[in-house]
């Protein structure tokens, strides 16, 4: 069966520090991969998508980037964090407009 | 902007209660989706409902699609207090580019208490 993996589940960082959140699907192969942001609990935006190894799009100009360094992983990342950058973070993967399968989420804090 | 706009914004209801969810979008759509979210955590998928269907059921869920209307509603009947949730609808466009990927767009949800 196929399984997501997000991590870390939480984390505080300073302003201006680096980050990088990992994702990684296992059970199937050439998955779609997104990354969403959802702020207060409400709707979720998507940030980045991605249909192939190397292959990213941007849904919305932002202070981060995403990487697709093997078939299964999806990696979120910024230089510097602002504070605006502080939510939760999703990762999620699907098979030609099917459902969704999602992570369990990253709370980051940015303080 | 979001495609999906869900309404209410939050429902409270008492167990055994039936919890009716309505969904609208504004572009044409190859399926509907609906998801649910405990606090804090990750989505499920609950159900999709495809553009040429009107109405689907799975368990105590109830899904019908209007496409004239470009609206959805999510029909939970015989509520229980482990319902309590955030639910999302979610479109899938009808056409994507002539790609294969889903980049789902989703509601602002409703968030559903039932009580005990």
């Known amino acids: 069966s196929q399984t997501i993996h997000q991590w870390p589940a939480t984390l505080v960082q300073p302003v201006g520090s680096p980050l990088s959140l990992e994702c990684t699907v296992e059970g199937t192969s050439n998955p779609n991969l997104y990354w969403y942001r959802q702020a207060a609990g409400r709707g979720l935006q998507l940030l980045f998508y991605s249909v192939g190894i190397g292959q990213i799009s941007s849904e919305v100009p932002q202070n981060l980037s995403a990487s697709r360094p093997q078939d299964r992983q999806f990696i979120l990342s910024s230089k510097k964090l602002l504070l605006s950058d502080s939510g939760f973070y999703l990762c999620?993967?699907?098979?030609?407009?099917?459902?969704?399968?999602f992570g369990q989420g990253t709370r980051l804090t940015v303080v | 902007s979001q495609q999906g706009e869900e309404d209410p914004q939050a429902l409270s209801i008492q167990e055994g209660e039936n919890a009716t969810m309505n969904c609208s979008y504004k572009?044409?759509?190859?399926?509907l989706q609906w998801y649910r979210q405990n606090s804090g955590r990750g989505l499920v998928h609950l159900i999709l409902i495809r553009s040429n269907e009107r109405e689907k059921h799975s368990g105590r869920l109830r899904v019908t699609l209007d496409t004239s209307k470009k609206s959805s509603s999510l029909l939970i009947t015989a509520s229980r207090a482990a319902d309590t949730a955030s639910y999302f609808c979610a479109t899938a466009l009808a056409n994507a580019g002539g790609t294969s990927y889903g980049k789902l767009t989703f509601g602002q949800g409703t968030i559903l208490t039932v009580h005990p």
């Open positions: 999620a993967w699907d098979r030609a407009i099917t459902e969704a399968f």
């Open positions: 572009t044409s759509i190859n399926n």
